[in-house]
């Protein structure tokens, strides 16, 4: 956003389960009006209105928002089909103004004046919203749960593993590293000590046979075994660990965990299919080291490239750009990124960059001249 839309600038903090606090400002920095307003065409309408009065057809506003959950997009929608410019920006950055302009008190009415200023302060660091088409906005949707659901999984393991050694405390020495398929399979069945003893040898074998692909045998299932002895020995006859309640709970966990995989599966094959939609000619996989995941991260979150005026006004989008420190004729080098942008982009553009420097050596040579020459 190189300068301000001609026009009134209009702070919105918005509200989850309450009004939105609006605030507009003119191009000066006076406040013209304050309102409260919902998420309705009659009442955004009211604001666009009091903020244009006897405003010509050319008249325009900027709209400046923070990304909070889902409700900024009723008002970019609303908004942006009215010709007006719609800025999302960043907690961090509104939040760093808001320390400013008002250090003892905090207020929703202090919220929306401190977005609507933020134009003012910083126009080069704010990009203006564009909504894409029903392609893009169905890409943008299936990478966010695919995400969400990707963290869910792993969670729930995290949590499966935590419950499996507390019921068997020596369980780790036979899952090893992690968990896989097999481990899961026989804990949804025996995570009781009690009962996987009582299966017997033949019988767990033939389950870890079968969920390994023949891979695992008679080691897995003695290492199982072994836990299990070890955890009756030390449990013994005390009735204060409930192990069959300990054990049903793990099932219920695994049964959660597969169908939480399952759904990712589904939207996965939809995200794939909207993101061959977006990018016919597969240039975002074509990025070395990026790959499909990548790929898809890049084009839900970036939106139209174009929109870009070079490759530093993305820099400063993806929040990957050096915070800047100089004093009089010294610039020092070698400062930390601002993280001002998306998280989820950012946090894949490096993984990204590291494995693609590992599999190109040119790549691999810029990387090594920036980090130990130019700092």
């Known amino acids: 956003m190189d300068e301000l839309v001609d026009g009134r600038i209009i702070g919105l903090d918005l509200g989850v389960t309450s009004a939105h606090s609006a605030v507009v400002l003119d191009v000066a920095g006076r406040v013209r009006a304050r309102r409260r307003v919902w998420s309705t065409?009659?009442?955004l309408t009211e604001?666009?209105?009091v903020a244009l009065p006897d405003a010509g057809p050319e008249a325009r506003l900027t709209v400046v928002i923070e990304p909070t959950g889902a409700m900024w997009l009723p008002i970019a929608v609303f908004f942006g089909k009215r010709g007006h410019t719609v800025v999302r920006v960043s907690s961090a950055k509104a939040a760093d103004l808001r320390k400013f302009l008002s250090r003892h008190a905090?207020?929703?009415g202090i919220d929306a004046e401190t977005l609507a200023r933020l134009p003012m302060v910083a126009p080069r660091g704010l990009h203006p919203v564009e909504l894409g088409g029903a392609d893009r906005s169905s890409l943008d949707r299936r990478v966010r749960v695919v995400a969400r659901l990707t963290r869910e999984i792993g969670q729930r393991k995290v949590r499966i593993r935590a419950l499996a050694q507390s019921l068997v405390p020596t369980i780790s020495q036979a899952f090893g590293d992690g968990m896989n398929r097999t481990d899961l399979a026989v804990l949804e069945r025996y995570a009781d000590p009690r009962k996987l003893l009582a299966a017997g040898p033949a019988r767990l074998g033939k389950l870890v046979h079968h969920e390994s692909n023949g891979k695992l045998g008679r080691t897995k299932v003695e290492a199982l075994r072994s836990a299990a002895r070890q955890a009756m020995q030390l449990?013994?006859?005390d009735t204060a660990v409930a192990l069959a309640d300990l054990a049903d709970e793990i099932s219920?966990?695994?049964?959660l965990l597969r169908l939480a995989e399952s759904e990712r599966s589904r939207h996965e094959a939809a995200r794939d299919a909207a993101q061959q939609r977006v990018d016919p000619d597969g240039l975002a996989t074509s990025l070395p080291g990026l790959g499909p995941v990548g790929a898809s991260q890049l084009l839900a979150t970036m939106g139209r490239p174009g929109r870009f005026r070079n490759a530093a006004a993305f820099k400063s989008f993806t929040g990957l750009a050096p915070k800047a420190s100089e004093t009089?004729?010294?610039?020092?080098?070698?400062?930390?990124?601002?993280?001002a942008g998306n998280r989820a982009l950012r946090t894949q553009l490096v993984q990204s960059a590291n494995t693609a420097r590992q599999i190109d050596p040119q790549l691999a040579a810029i990387y090594h001249a920036q980090m130990t020459e130019r700092g």
Do not use: A, C, F
């Open 235 to 237: 449990w013994g006859d």
């Open 47 to 49: 604001l666009e209105q």
């Open 106 to 108: 905090k207020s929703n």
């Open 41 to 43: 065409v009659e009442s």
């Open 252 to 255: 219920t966990e695994i049964r």
């Open 328 to 339: 009089g004729n010294t610039d020092y080098k070698s400062q930390p990124i601002s993280k």
